[in-house]
Structure formats: C-alpha cells, structure tokens
C-alpha cells in the first residue's frame, strides 16, 4: 500500500487537480485493431484502448475507470495518452490535469477552507523548520559521576571527586571547546582536563574529568558546582555534586 497515494486522496476536495480521462471524449471506445480503418461508421470516441496508459502506471491501474485512491497523479498516463493521441491525429488531452469543471483557474482559490487549512499547515511547518534550523544546537554535553567512590585523595593529598564528562560536535568540521567551572567555586575547584579540547567532526568524546580540590579545602560537605562548556558560539552550563569529607 503507498501511503502517499493515501494521503493524497484525503486531501482533495471538488475543485481539486487531479488526473481524469475525458469520458465524454473517449467513448466508446475504439478497437485499436481498426484504428485507420475507415470502413466501420461505428461512431466511436478518441481512446483507441491502446492500454498504454494502464502499462506505464506504476500503480497499476486504469484511469479510465475513473478516481482511484491508488493514483499518485504522477502524470505518467497524460503522456502516454498524448503520444498516442498525436499518432492518430486527435487533440491531446484525452486524459488531463482537470477537476471536471471549466471553472476559471482564479475561481479555484474561493471556498477552499480545506485549502487554506493545509496551505496554513504547511506554512507552520516550514516556519517550524526554519526555526529549527536557527537554533540548531553545534554540539550537545553531559556530566555523570563515576560509580563506585564519591571522591579521593590524590597524590598531593588533595580532595578529588571523579566524573565523565561527554561532549558530542554536532557540526561537520573540527570544534574547540572551552571547560571551565564558574561561579563562587571557580577559584577554589580545579580541572584535570585542559581548558581546551578539541573534537573532530561529528565526534562523540567521553573522557575521564577530575575535580579537585587543593589542601587545605574549606568546602561543606556537599557543593552544588557550575560547568561551563563552550565552543566560541553556544555555551551550555552544566550542574554536578562536589563531595568534600569532613
Ligand atoms: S493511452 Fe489513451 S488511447 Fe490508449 S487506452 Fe489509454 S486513454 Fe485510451
Ligand atoms: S499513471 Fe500516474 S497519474 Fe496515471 S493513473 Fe497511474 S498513478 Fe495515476
């Protein structure tokens, strides 16, 4: 089942475009075996029930049976029919873009409100789209702790808490990303990490991330801290526990 065939058909409405063969104009139908035969005055119409139209549709069904839900309006039978239609010297058009009626094109904008409702959705969407794009995030971060300890005593004898830190560059070309901890804990917190890393395009970083704390640490036992990451033009805060035993 095509889901845009589907689609498609719920959208029309009377007015709407779609590809119709001229019943009036096509029957009866000729039988192709006598096309140029002029010895029958069987009156007959313009389609030579050739099945061309039926052969080239990909959906594989015969618009001289009228609407079908099944018809993707690709036009494939229009030019088939056209062809055939100039071979035996008859006005092309036999089946046709129409809605059936000889309104004026201007005419089919009025009472439309199903029209405009998909015209104003499909407006929404592209706005929606665009915003999207305006606002397109160039690289997304996270910080967890490491399990198993909520901090240590590093070489030095300083407080240490360990966490994992991932950044993913979101762009296609190599980013600079600035890490540094803001707030009241920015003097007395250190990094492992450099200021600096630099990820590669569409690379997606976890590395180790020590926070420390040099002795003598004057910290409560529980410190809510600020992150900064940046990459010149977002910057994103993350938050983390630090852990100093008392
Ligand atoms: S291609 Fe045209 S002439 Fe041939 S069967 Fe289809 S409608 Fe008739
Ligand atoms: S060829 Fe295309 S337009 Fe014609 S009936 Fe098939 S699906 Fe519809």
């Known amino acids: ?17 779609k590809v119709s063969y ?11 075996q006598i096309v140029g035969n002029t010895s029958t005055n069987k009156p007959s119409g313009d389609c030579v029930d050739c099945q061309l139209c039926v052969q080239v549709c990909p959906v594989g069904i015969d618009i001289r049976q009228g609407l079908q ?15 055939i239609m100039k071979k035996v010297n008859q006005p092309t ?13 201007t005419d089919l904008l009025k009472n439309r409100n199903r ?9 929404l969407c592209c706005l929606g789209f665009v915003y999207q794009l305006g606002t397109l995030e160039s690289f997304d971060t996270s910080i967890n ?13 300083d407080i240490t808490n360990p966490y994992t830190i991932k950044i993913h560059n979101k762009t296609s070309s190599k980013a600079d990303y600035k890490i540094e901890v803001t707030g ?3 003097e007395s917190l250190s990094l492992s990490l450099n200021a600096h890393v630099t990820i590669s395009a569409a ?12 002795q003598p640490c004057d910290l409560p036992y529980r410190n809510q801290v600020n992150l900064k990451v940046s990459n010149g033009d977002q910057s994103k805060m993350l938050d983390f526990v630090f852990f100093n035993p008392k």
């Not at 993707?72 to 229009?78: P, S, T």
């Not at 046709?96 to 094109?105: A, I, L």
């Open 184 to 186: 009241k804990f920015s």
């Open 93 to 105: 058009g036999l089946i046709r873009f129409t809605n059936g009626s000889t309104t004026h094109w």
């Open 69 to 83: 839900y099944a018809c993707i309006d690709c036009g494939a039978c229009i030019d088939a029919c056209d062809e």
């Open 203 to 214: 690379e997606m970083r976890s590395q180790n991330l020590m926070v420390t704390c040099r």
């Open 115 to 123: 029209l405009m409702a998909y015209g104003a959705l499909t407006l």
């Open 145 to 157: 702790r490491d399990r198993g300890q909520l901090f240590f005593y590093d070489t030095n004898g």
């Open 22 to 32: 001229d019943l009036n104009r096509g029957e009866p139908r000729k039988n192709s």
């Open 1 to 17: 089942m095509c889901p845009y065939s589907r689609f498609q058909s719920v959208m029309l409405d009377s007015k709407s475009l």
